[in-house]
Each structure stands twice: as structure tokens, then as C-alpha cells.
């Protein structure tokens, strides 16, 4: 299953192989902060192809993390581990994304009260989603 995106003024093109016809919503702080609400997003599972890279600005949002987006529109593209093979990318880039299911939400334990989902999502705190990162160690 693969997926096709852009960023908003389509300066940037992408398409990659996915992990499942779903998407995810982050609560943390940095996710909220960068993007004024909670993210959406859906997981790479294969070589991602760009046309327009050299539109493509990285800000290094931690020691391990880092979130990409369009020098030109400031559209928000992807979030990806430094050191490791994991990179997600923004549902709102994605083609036809109104098919994806919401399945899970990270940093329950950070998310505020003024909002919430009524759909029935897996819910992970910032400890397990951390465990599920490392292995379980």
C-alpha cells in the first residue's frame, strides 16, 4: 500500500510505502506546539521518494527527533528518529486521506482537557509509547 503527498503549494512531492491505512494522534507538547493542535499522522514503512527536496527545511526538534517542512509554505511534512528507521508523516499532506482509519493516540498523559476524540482509539501514555520505541527496555 503506498501513499502520494504534498505540501500546499506542491513545491514538495513525496510518496511512500505505508504501514497501514491509519492514522495516529500525538498529543505531546512539541507536537501541539509545532502544529497548534494535535498531530495526525500516518507511518512510513518503506523508501520515501521526494520531488522538490531541496524545498525541504529540517528543524532538529530534539537530540533524537527531527520535523521537516516547505521553506515556501510552511507546511509541515514529517517527523523521523535520528538514529533509528522510523519516520511518520502529516495525514493532512496525505492523498485521499478521508479512507484512513483513526486508530491510536500517543501522550494521553499530556494531552489537556479542553479537548478530546469520540472515537475509540488505543491509548498510550508517554512511558509506554517510549517502552514501545526502545523494545520494552
Known amino acids: 500500500m503506498n501513499a502520494k503527498g504534498s505540501c500546499l503549494c506542491k513545491s514538495i512531492k513525496f510518496s511512500f510505502k505505508l504501514k497501514g491505512k491509519h492514522f495516529d494522534a500525538c498529543h505531546c507538547s512539541m507536537c501541539r506546539n509545532w502544529g497548534g493542535g494535535p498531530a495526525f499522522t500516518v507511518e512510513v514503512a518503506g523508501d520515501i521518494q521526494f520531488e522538490g527536496e531541496e524545498n525541504i527545511k529540517v528543524y532538529r ?35 485521499n486521506n478521508e479512507e484512513f482509519q483513526f486508530t491510536t ?27 514501545a520505541f526502545n523494545g520494552g527496555s
Request: hydrophobic share 30%; charged share 30%; aromatic share 14%.
Open 61 to 95: 526538534s530534539s537530540d533524537w527527533a527531527e520535523r521537516g517542512f516547505c521553506q515556501n509554505c510552511g507546511t509541515h511534512l514529517f517527523y523521523r528518529l535520528k538514529d533509528k528507521n522510523f519516520c511518520n508523516f502529516n495525514l493532512g499532506t496525505i492523498e
Open 105 to 131: 493516540e500517543i501522550f494521553v498523559d499530556s494531552k489537556p482537557q479542553n479537548y478530546s476524540f469520540a472515537n475509540e482509539t488505543k491509548k498510550m501514555t508517554e512511558k509506554e509509547v517510549i517502552e
